[in-house]
């Protein structure tokens, strides 16, 4: 399922949900909060010192918390008041295109000081066909990507944020996921990605799969600690084992085969308020 088709379908489903929810702040404009959550294209600056950009582990359902995920957790328990261009299925190379880091910046104003980035699962999960047979060279590839994409980020988005503001350039802060379980169900009928129905149709072989997820995850974590040595303003925090891996994540924490639940994201958060708060400022 392409990732405007999850879109359109978790947009219908948050239509649904918010005619018989009581979340009112939800729930006064739809359009607005949706732009505003997802793209950070709010109607004013929202005056934050803290930017994220981020995909479904910080927005499973553009914008509605039936999930809290990472960015609900900072914003609900930890004290953060984050301007962020965050939507499920979003990949790095497509926040990238788009240039969200100046929208957030903008939209954020003269104090922003922190931008945190939740990225880079999606652009691993595309097309896994492509790695039967070709596991190592596909990786690299993608790594490299990846790679470059982040110091690219990080390079436009501090000049851009110095050329309108001035002072210091931004604190990067990305977090590595925790393991998957590959063997948890999707969800949504079809919105499999990540999931042992999904490397099946790719032709993995199914006893392969909790090995393969949990070594690529585990490669990615390292590719992000070693910009940090290569980029002074770049931090990354590791939140692997917090969920029960490895090599898989304990199943009763998680929602689907790649998204925690509620909880787990709750033990998540507050992994990643504590390892940042030295960062950000913020404590709760």
């Not at 404009?29 to 793209?39: F, H, K, P, Q, W």
């Not at 294209?41 to 914008?63: E, H």
């Not at 990846?146 to 604190?171: A, E």
């Not at 802060?173 to 990540?194: L, S, T």
Request: charged share 15%; proline share 4%; glycine share 8%.
């Amino acid at each position: 399922m392409s990732v405007w088709n999850r879109f359109s379908l978790l947009f219908i489903a948050a239509l649904m949900i918010i005619n018989c929810d009581t979340k009112k702040d939800y729930q006064k404009d739809v359009t607005a909060n949706v732009l505003c959550y997802t793209l950070a294209a709010c109607n004013q600056s929202r005056a934050t010192t803290v930017g994220m950009i981020g995909d479904s582990w910080t927005d499973l359902l553009i914008g509605y918390p039936a999930v809290d995920t990472l960015r609900v957790q900072l914003e609900k328990n930890h004290g953060y008041k984050i301007t962020g261009a965050t939507l499920g299925g979003k990949t790095l190379s497509q926040a990238s295109d788009q240039g969200l880091q100046f929208q957030v910046i903008e939209q954020a104003g003269a104090d922003i000081h922190t931008m945190i980035l939740s990225l880079g699962g999606n652009d691993l999960q595309a097309n896994l066909s492509a790695y039967v047979g070709n596991e190592n060279s596909v990786q690299a590839a993608r790594f490299a990507d990846i790679k470059f994409r982040i110091k690219t980020m990080i390079l436009t988005g501090n000049s851009y944020k110095i050329s309108k503001y001035g002072g210091q350039p931004l604190k990067w802060i990305i977090h590595g996921y925790d393991y998957p379980n590959p063997y948890k169900g999707a969800v949504i009928p079809g919105a499999d990605e990540g999931c042992s129905t999904k490397f099946a149709s790719a032709g993995f072989n199914l006893p392969d799969v909790a090995a393969f997820t949990s070594q690529q995850l585990d490669a990615f974590n390292e590719l992000l600690r070693s910009i940090t040595s290569e980029e002074p303003n770049f931090y990354y925090v590791d939140l692997r084992r917090t969920l029960g891996g490895p090599p898989i994540s304990n199943a009763q924490l998680m929602l689907d085969c790649i998204h925690p639940n509620s909880l787990g994201f709750q033990f998540l958060g507050d992994k990643l308020a504590t390892q940042i708060s030295p960062l950000t400022g913020v404590s709760n």
